[in-house]
């Protein structure tokens, strides 16, 4: 399968806990997108990554929140301290620089904060 | 700053009707478009899209869906529905200018196919 993967599906964590997502991208994409999706909502951008750069972030996105593309290929994104309303869907997307509009998703990562 | 409505938050329809999911948008310009369909557990996938051109845009599965510029509107459309359709749709929008070029979705429409 060459569609964007992402690990954990699903993450359990106490309030106060940091935790880690990862995505990794279809191979030739060179953009990756993460988004948040809340329950009954659609997904909402939080920043994005051309290669290696992170190019904008959202205001969704606290200080608490880190992304990181150290190679240009897999993403990971950090939550410190979790609180309970970080609790949602963390969605990854991926696409090329010369159809930007058409990302590809990958199944996320469901994050529960106790 | 580009929006998406999907006024109808849950539609129930029976196995082999016809389907209709409502989408408006609002952005200065005519924006990209995209439905999505998400099944529980699932990332989104895509279904179909409009750039330019032509504004009835065939996807995959059977859905249609039609740009009215008029109405600011992108409706989806299937002709007959199949129960494995059940899911959670999506309409999107992109600006076709600026670097990020993220997509803005809407609040999803839930769909419940009657047997």
């Known amino acids: 399968d060459t569609g964007v993967s992402q690990d954990p599906r699903h993450k359990i964590t106490k309030r106060g806990q940091n935790v880690t997502f990862r995505c990794d991208p279809i191979s030739e994409h060179n953009r990756l997108y993460w988004y948040r999706q809340t329950l009954g909502q659609g997904p909402e951008f939080l920043t994005y990554?051309?290669?290696?750069?992170?190019?904008?972030k959202s205001r969704l996105l606290s200080d608490r929140f880190s992304a990181e593309r150290p190679k240009g290929s897999f993403s990971t994104l950090e939550i410190q301290r979790t609180e309970q309303g970080d609790s949602a869907m963390y969605l990854c997307?991926?696409?090329?620089?010369?159809?930007?509009?058409?990302?590809?998703f990958g199944p996320g990562t469901r994050l529960t904060v106790l | 700053a580009q929006s998406v409505t999907q006024p109808d938050i849950h539609i129930t329809v029976s196995e082999g009707a016809s389907l209709e999911l409502r989408c408006n948008y609002s952005?200065?310009?005519?924006?990209?478009l995209f439905w999505y369909v998400q099944s529980p557990g699932q990332g989104l996938q895509l279904l179909l899209k409009?750039?330019?051109?032509?504004?009835l845009v065939q996807g995959i599965k059977g859905f249609e869906a039609e740009f009215k510029r008029s109405q600011s509107s992108f409706n989806l459309r299937k002709p007959s529905v199949h129960w494995s359709d059940a899911a959670e749709y999506f309409c999107a929008v992109g600006v076709p200018s600026g670097s990020a070029r993220q997509l803005t979705f809407g609040s999803g429409t839930q769909l419940t196919v009657l047997p």
């Open positions: 997307a991926s696409s090329l620089v010369r159809d930007v509009n058409e990302q590809f």
């Open positions: 952005y200065g310009a005519t924006p990209y």
């Open positions: 990554f051309q290669n290696e750069a992170q190019l904008e």
């Open positions: 409009y750039f330019s051109g032509d504004t």
